[in-house]
């Protein structure tokens, strides 16, 4: 058995994993990873990659440099170009992200799930009530970012963006083990709730959930980073055009996006729960 097989099957066992990754000092551990990330020398940015080999699957074959000056460098690397093509498809949402698809189905009413048997509220989740009613039975997909993937994320259709707020909260770990142990997870950490509508008027909203380590949002369209020390206002006005497939921002870390849409969108073919999907490809499509 390999190092790398005996630390997976060792953090594999439910009470350890929750243990190492949940029941720390989370915020202060955040903090603290935010400032180490960033260090420039050499001797550290290479410990650092070559641990996070060890408990991960990371390849860095697809990554446009060939070299970083951080693990942060490397945490919010981007690909060569043309890797990661969105189905050109006008009638079809495409995942913004690459992912793990978690839970995902009808909304009802205004409650979805993170896992199954274990509800959350649209309106804990967005805060919103008037977005809570845009989505009232609509649909509802979670894509979990594993800590080791591409970690930018991307407009899933031609849009406008309307508006952007910013929840604080907690950093929980997003992993499933976690979802079956905290209740309603999702609505406990910080996130990022941007919304914006279609060209044809419906509304469609990405929630990117912070989680622990290096918990910041960064959004190109707004020009700036969200973390714990973003101060009020955390409202953000917007009126930006995008074309599906453009680069929206980047985690500094794996984590998780909520991608809420209209009833009458379908689920693509290849939306399987604990499935691989890589950004571009097809999540949801409007019928004809």
Request: proline share 7%.
């Amino acid at each position: 058995m390999t190092v790398k097989n005996l630390i997976a099957t060792f953090t594999q066992q439910e009470d350890l994993n929750f243990l190492l990754t949940n029941r720390i000092p989370r915020a202060a551990l955040t903090r603290f990873m935010g400032w180490f990330s960033k260090i420039e020398q050499p001797l550290i940015r290479d410990l650092s990659i070559g641990c996070w080999r060890l408990f991960s699957d990371l390849d860095l074959s697809e990554a446009r440099q060939t070299s970083f000056n951080s693990l942060h460098d490397c945490f919010t690397r981007e690909l060569k170009p043309g890797l990661r093509p969105s189905d050109p498809d006008p009638a079809v949402v495409v995942s913004p992200c690459d992912a793990i698809i978690g839970a995902y189905g009808a909304i009802a009413d205004t409650e979805l799930f993170q896992i199954k048997g274990a509800p959350y509220s649209l309106i804990d989740l967005i805060g919103d009530p008037a977005l809570v009613e845009a989505h009232r039975n609509g649909r509802f997909i979670t894509l979990r970012l594993m800590s080791s993937m591409y970690h930018r994320f991307h407009a899933p259709c031609d849009a406008r963006i309307e508006h952007v707020s910013f929840i604080h909260g907690d950093v929980w770990n997003v992993n499933p083990i976690a979802l079956k142990r905290i209740e309603k997870l999702f609505c406990k950490n910080e996130r990022a709730v941007i919304r914006t509508r279609l060209a044809t008027g419906e509304a469609l909203t990405l929630v990117p959930v912070a989680a622990i380590l290096v918990a910041s949002i960064r959004l190109n369209f707004l020009d700036r980073m969200l973390n714990a020390q973003t101060p009020p206002p955390l409202v953000f006005p917007c009126d930006v055009s995008v074309r599906k497939g453009d680069e929206l921002g980047w985690f500094e870390h794996g984590s998780t996006i909520i991608v809420l849409a209209p009833d009458h969108f379908e689920f693509c073919d290849n939306v399987v729960a604990s499935a691989r999907i890589s950004a571009g490809q097809p999540l949801l499509r409007k019928p004809a």
